[in-house]
């Protein structure tokens, strides 16, 4: 698998540690991977390079897939390997972007993966989730130092995710069969605004923590990266909050109940599993 010092990739090596399946990850740094199962195999390979994938695929029948940033080199380099391996089902994490209508920046760069991933012949499960409950995550600054949180979507709702629940939708279709050529739409149960969730954290903590609205989309891209993105990604970015901000209703489906047979982690339960990060604990890079 891919992606696996990440928000989704951790809690999935963790989820089929847990049911005793066969995995190996694959890892650009081995010190990042510290604090996984020690029984899982590091492969040390670069989706950037792709001579160093073949021993890396060499065997796996089954593959996790997530490519990170805007680019879709490191899909190509990961499905061509996958390919000469002879891997039989590849499992993509994309974006509920890839459903816009129409498609803004952010849906087409997951879009063009997804292309990729069809057009290799390999039997393929396409996992979209929504925003993530890790990006609150980006908050620990302003609150720990300031009190405040930025709120770039004002009255829009969205319902945002908890990683473990897309990992444990992961390592069920990756484990269990009939979910071949299918595309699965992740959310979490409730839509919430900004306001409502740093409300939900804030009495979470026990602390009171101001809402201030973004005012230009510059200030909205900050809200993310404090220090700066690429122009490119900085535009998708101010992009996909105005189309969030215009959304009163938010996005929602039963996708992960329906796959587990439980309800998504509510945002309320996420929050209280995560109170030292903001409270001053130490928050693992790979989180944010």
Same mark, same amino acid.
């Given at each position: 698998?891919?992606?696996?010092?990440?928000?989704?990739?951790?809690?999935?090596?963790?989820?089929?540690?847990?049911?005793?399946?066969?995995?190996?990850?694959?890892?650009?740094?081995?010190?990042?991977?510290?604090?996984?199962?020690?029984?899982?195999?590091?492969?040390?390979?670069?989706?950037?390079?792709?001579?160093?994938?073949?021993?890396?695929?060499?065997?796996?029948?089954?593959?996790?897939?997530?490519?990170?940033?805007?680019?879709?080199?490191?899909?190509?380099?990961?499905?061509?390997?996958?390919?000469?391996?002879?891997?039989?089902?590849?499992?993509?994490?994309?974006?509920?972007?890839?459903?816009?209508?129409?498609?803004?920046?952010?849906?087409?760069?997951?879009?063009?993966?997804?292309?990729?991933?069809?057009?290799?012949?390999?039997?393929?499960?396409?996992?979209?989730?929504?925003?993530?409950?890790?990006?609150?995550?980006?908050?620990?600054?302003?609150?720990?130092?300031?009190?405040?949180?930025?709120?770039?979507?004002?009255?829009?709702?969205?319902?945002?995710?908890?990683?473990?629940?897309?990992?444990?939708?992961?390592?069920?279709?990756?484990?269990?069969?009939?979910?071949?050529?299918?595309?699965?739409? @992740?959310?979490? #149960?409730? $839509?919430?605004?900004? &306001?409502?969730? %740093?409300?939900? +954290?804030?009495?979470?903590?026990? !602390? =009171?923590?101001?809402?201030?609205?973004?005012?230009?989309?510059?200030?909205?891209?900050?809200?993310?990266?404090?220090?700066?993105?690429?122009?490119?990604?900085?535009?998708?970015?101010?992009?996909?909050?105005?189309? @969030?901000?215009? #959304?009163? $209703?938010?996005?929602? &489906?039963?996708? %992960?109940?329906? +796959?587990?047979?439980?309800?998504? !982690? =509510?945002?309320?339960?996420?929050?209280?599993?995560?109170?030292?990060?903001?409270?001053?604990?130490?928050?693992?890079?790979?989180?944010?």
């Amino acid at each position: 698998m891919t992606g696996s010092t990440g928000n989704v990739g951790r809690e999935l090596v963790r989820e089929l540690d847990g049911r005793g399946a066969a995995c190996r990850i694959l890892v650009r740094d081995p010190a990042r991977a510290a604090g996984l199962p020690g029984r899982i195999p590091r492969v040390v390979a670069d989706l950037d390079d792709p001579a160093t994938l073949a021993s890396a695929f060499d065997g796996v029948d089954a593959l996790f897939l997530l490519a990170p940033g805007i680019g879709t080199e490191q899909t190509a380099h990961a499905i061509a390997a996958a390919v000469r391996a002879g891997v039989r089902h590849v499992v993509h994490l994309s974006s509920l972007f890839v459903l816009g209508d129409p498609m803004p920046a952010m849906g087409c760069w997951h879009h063009a993966r997804e292309e990729i991933v069809r057009a290799s012949g390999i039997p393929a499960t396409i996992l979209r989730p929504g925003g993530f409950m890790t990006n609150a995550l980006e908050w620990v600054h302003s609150i720990r130092n300031e009190g405040f949180v930025l709120d770039p979507v004002g009255p829009g709702r969205f319902a945002p995710i908890d990683p473990a629940d897309i990992a444990a939708v992961a390592a069920h279709v990756l484990t269990e069969n009939g979910h071949e050529n299918t595309e699965y739409a @992740l959310t979490g #149960d409730e $839509t919430l605004t900004v &306001t409502e969730q %740093v409300r939900i +954290l804030a009495a979470t903590l026990g !602390r =009171t923590i101001e809402v201030r609205a973004v005012r230009t989309p510059e200030e909205a891209v900050r809200s993310r990266f404090p220090h700066g993105a690429p122009p490119a990604l900085a535009a998708a970015i101010a992009e996909g909050f105005a189309l @969030l901000r215009a #959304d009163r $209703t938010g996005f929602r &489906t039963d996708t %992960v109940e329906r +796959l587990l047979g439980r309800t998504p !982690r =509510t945002f309320a339960e996420w929050c209280a599993a995560n109170t030292a990060a903001f409270l001053g604990g130490t928050v693992d890079a790979s989180h944010r």
